[in-house]
């Protein structure tokens, strides 16, 4: 079992930047693909990056790319997000996942992903 907890949302104006940091309990976080999944009011959740457990290899939505990085840290067992350039359509609550196996064509689907937190809301302002 494993338990995603996020943090470093809030609220910043367009063109500003945020990292958020989700951190994960057991001793097996090194094993595990994580992945930031986001769902704004109304909308369906949606992918935006993800990393393999070894860090290798990472993932971006067309929306983020050049904008956001994603990485982790396996000695302190989080996961980063930074997301720089942010724009009000970025809003919505922003969640971690972690998965068995880093999927190299389908790492976008939510359902490849086992375990998932409760989100952090980021808000940014025009």
């Known amino acids: 079992q494993v338990q995603l907890v996020e943090s470093g949302g809030g609220l910043v104006q367009a063109g500003g930047s945020l990292r958020l940091s989700c951190a994960a309990s057991?001793?097996?976080?090194?094993?595990?693909?994580m992945a930031w999944f986001r769902q704004a009011p109304g909308q369906e959740r949606e992918f935006v990056t993800a990393?393999?457990?070894?860090?290798?290899?990472?993932a971006y939505a067309d929306s983020v790319k050049d904008r956001f990085t994603i990485s982790r840290g396996n000695s302190k067992n989080t996961v980063y997000l930074q997301m720089n350039s942010l724009k009000p359509e970025d809003t919505a609550v922003y969640y971690c996942?972690?998965?068995?196996?880093?999927?190299?064509?389908?790492?976008?689907?939510?359902?490849?992903?086992?375990?998932w937190g409760q989100g952090t809301q980021v808000t940014v302002s025009s």
């Open positions: 057991g001793r097996t976080f090194s094993s595990y693909a």
């Open positions: 996942a972690a998965g068995f196996t880093y999927y190299s064509a389908t790492y976008y689907r939510s359902d490849r992903y086992d375990y």
């Open positions: 990393i393999s457990s070894s860090g290798d290899s990472t």
